[in-house]
């Protein structure tokens, strides 16, 4: 079974540039979530969707950002315009289970944004 | 708020046990989890721990829970080159019925000969 995946591993753009990451998680998953890990420091919460739905956007950090699942399938986030303080790396992860049990989210490899 | 804190370097010769630690702040945290991520890699779950338990073992992984403290450490025995990576202490925050996950920054862990 195919793990989540993302595209692209690496994007370097101009500030003021516009960037769509791309997000396919594991088939069936119905919760994508989306982190972004900026200069080392902590991995952070950015939005959750429920299949089509956002469920949770509490960690998005300004309109600068959007996000969409249409269909409920892969994700998208685009950032526009980007800025400097936006390099860093974004991860998404899905899981199968609404609440309970474990609800292991199991992680793409990332991609590595650099804002110049 | 919910915060989880992480030394952030660990070096250790290979063979001997590491030890990472992690404190978090939520007590009504679920779950708790040790995420690693290899160079170029993502993140990999390599093990959890529910919070009705003190201690969970998997084979060269021993995790430990003092939840009066609100402290989580992770013992890798036998440390190997192949251990050499980032290992992230997440706990689960349960929010509007469904979870996302806390990390911490992250432990650097260094293994040498």
């Known amino acids: 079974e195919a793990g989540v995946t993302q595209f692209p591993s690496h994007s370097v753009i101009e500030k003021g540039q516009t960037v769509t990451l791309r997000c396919d998680p594991i088939s069936g998953h119905d919760n994508l979530y989306w982190y972004r890990r900026v200069m080392g420091k902590e991995i952070k919460f950015l939005l959750h969707?429920?299949?089509?739905?956002?469920?949770?956007e509490s960690g998005m950090p300004n309109n600068r950002f959007l996000a969409e699942r249409t269909g409920g399938t892969y994700s998208t986030l685009k950032v526009q315009p980007a800025e400097l303080e936006d390099s860093g790396v974004y991860f998404c992860?899905?899981?199968?289970?609404?609440?309970?049990?474990?609800?292991?989210?199991?992680f793409g490899p990332g991609t590595r944004l650099t804002v110049l | 708020g919910e915060d989880v804190e992480q030394s952030l370097f660990l070096s250790v010769r290979e063979g001997d046990s590491s030890v990472i630690n992690c404190t978090y702040t939520?007590?009504?945290?679920?779950?708790l989890y040790w995420y690693k991520q290899e160079p170029g890699a993502g993140l990999q779950l390599l093990t959890y721990i529910f919070s009705n338990m003190d201690m969970k073992q998997d084979q060269r992984l021993t995790v430990l829970l003092n939840k009066k403290d609100k402290h989580l450490s992770l013992r890798i025995a036998d440390t190997q080159t192949g251990d050499s990576a980032i290992y992230f202490c997440a706990e689960r925050a349960f929010s509007g019925g469904y979870n996302k996950l806390i990390f911490g920054a992250g432990t650097r862990l260094a293994v040498h000969p």
């Open positions: 969707f429920v299949k089509e739905s956002k469920q949770d």
């Open positions: 939520d007590s009504s945290s679920t779950y």
């Open positions: 992860a899905s899981s199968p289970a609404k609440v309970g049990g474990t609800d292991t989210q199991y």
